[in-house]
């Protein structure tokens, strides 16, 4: 079965490496059986307990897209040695009203790139203990906390490296089995 993934990238900087890693991952999808598609998180407004009673319409469509997704796959780089406020912003819009986490049941796989040798580790271990609170099943193992040296993903997502293209196909297919899984009857 193809899956129908959204990814969100968790850097809005034009010259973001984890957006060169999301573009790899587009790339090679298909291979994994999956059809990778963005649920943008750039446009949202900061999330406000204001918003529950009349949701903004970029949050209401993001709420949405999130829960048509067989699975959503989080792209992000570390700050500060931990999540990115950009995607933390995105995680608590989708979290609320309370009663309508748009994350309930929806599986989820996280990875990151970071320019240093620490890949991003601390930035996905905090991103999988808020995606336990938003009862979103994460994909455990492989993990991929990759270090991204300068041309070895370009700009629109060419891998220049076989075995890492290799090791990259090889955590989709994991996350595919993971979303095969965590299959939800609903849609
Ligand atoms: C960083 N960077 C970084 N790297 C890391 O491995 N651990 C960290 O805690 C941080 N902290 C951090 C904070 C801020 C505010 C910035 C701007 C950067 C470096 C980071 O890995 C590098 O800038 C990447 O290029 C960020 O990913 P994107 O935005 O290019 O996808």
Known sequence: TTYNIGFLVGSVSSTSINRRLANALVKLAPQAN?????????????????HDAEIPEAAAEFKRAVEAADGVIIVTPEYNRSVPGVLKNALDTASRPWGQNSFTGVPSAVLGASIGQIGTALAQAHLRSILAFLDSPDLQQPEVYLQLSEGLITEDGEITNDSTAEFLLGWLRAAHAHFELHARSNG
Not at 34 to 50: C, G, K, Q, R, V
């Open 34 to 50: 999956l059809n990778l598609t963005e649920i943008p998180i750039a446009n949202l407004p900061f999330y406000s307990a204001d």
